[in-house]
């Protein structure tokens, strides 16, 4: 990471309201020649059949050409090639295929956002992060089981969530932190770059940011991220009786669903990051700062809100054991 991102992330870190101002100057021809040094050089062309490795033949002149562009504010996102690659079960996920010069400019971009929000993503997120990934997450899943008491295992998954992102909610939660507007245009063409597809029709998409995109997995993040904090945003201006008692509803049914044995870790996890969300819109109701940290929770002891608790029962962990072993000696 150089010098300039690193600072981005330690004022990020400690300026948690604080908006990045003037973010395309970043975008130097140094930094974007490092940024496709990055790029895998046996990935497949976009559309203009162009490979990584015949873009770096010329590749001074080329991002003196995308720099200058960029500059000039006639930077011109270009259409995605699409392709489809197999999935289980017979099926297929769509791949976008971004031009060479799009994918150094996405690589570059994408860095700056990253290091913006990687102060404010969760312990528990694993998914298209620095330093983390897949087999850190099977890590801590195997510490777990290895060490705690489970019956089962749950696995949720968002359905075409790439595809369903809307982009105008997407744009005003970059906004909360990013106050650039020639870079967050930068990011909104690529959102509505035509795809050039298969049977040589465009479609030009109105959701979604295309998988295969380099700069699309920031973006999911950011928007995930942001789920948990909207909730409690939209509820912020509820009387305060009303308010609680939703919270206690909505904790009793987490705690029901997944209150698993085993699981306490995630529980106190979510209990934790919806509490301090919750202090922090509440006291935007006004001008005034409403709660003190230990004012909150008092009133969090006065309304009885649950902490994170078990609710499955041991005779229902023996049941589910019995039942296990009498299908294995049956079988």
């Not at 010098?3 to 130097?28: D, G, M, P, V």
């Not at 996920?93 to 400019?105: Q, S």
């Amino acid at each position: 990471m150089q010098t300039s991102l690193w600072s981005i992330a330690e004022k990020s870190a400690l300026r948690k309201e604080h908006r990045f101002q003037n973010l395309i100057n970043e975008l130097t021809p140094d930094y974007l020649a490092r940024s496709w040094q990055q790029l895998n050089m046996n990935a497949p062309p976009g559309i203009d059949k162009t490979d990584t490795r015949q873009y770096g033949e010329n590749l001074f002149e080329n991002i003196e050409n995308l720099h200058e562009r960029l500059i000039k504010g006639t930077y011109r996102a270009r259409l995605i090639l699409r392709r489809f690659i197999p999935k289980t079960g017979g099926k297929e996920r769509p791949l976008g295929l971004p031009l060479t010069e799009d994918k150094v400019l996405q690589t570059a971009v994408s860095k700056i956002p990253e290091a913006i929000y990687e102060p404010d993503f969760l312990g528990c997120s694993f998914g298209y992060r620095p330093g983390t990934g897949a087999k850190d997450a099977v890590k801590d899943v195997s510490g777990q089981l290895q060490f705690g008491n489970f019956n089962y295992i749950a696995e949720a998954d968002i359905r075409s969530f790439f595809d369903s992102i809307d982009h105008d909610k997407l744009l005003e939660m970059l906004k909360r932190r990013i106050d650039d507007r020639k870079f967050l245009n930068l990011i909104r063409k690529w959102l509505k770059a035509g795809i050039f597809e298969k049977d040589g029709t465009i479609t030009n998409p109105e959701t979604g940011t295309p998988q295969g995109g380099i700069v699309s997995p920031i973006l999911a993040n950011i928007y995930l991220h942001y789920v948990l904090d909207d909730r409690c945003k939209k509820h912020r201006h509820l009387k305060v009786t009303v308010l609680f008692k939703k919270l206690k509803t909505k904790l009793r049914g987490y705690y029901n669903y997944y209150g698993v044995i085993g699981n306490f870790k995630s529980l106190s996890c979510y209990f934790c990051h919806t509490v301090k969300y919750l202090f922090k819109w509440v006291n935007r109701r006004s001008r005034r700062k409403s709660h003190t940290w230990e004012g909150f929770k008092e009133l969090m002891k006065f309304f009885r809100i649950e902490k994170p608790r078990i609710t499955e029962k041991k005779k229902q962990r023996l049941f589910s054991i019995f039942n296990a072993l009498q299908e294995r000696l049956s079988g």
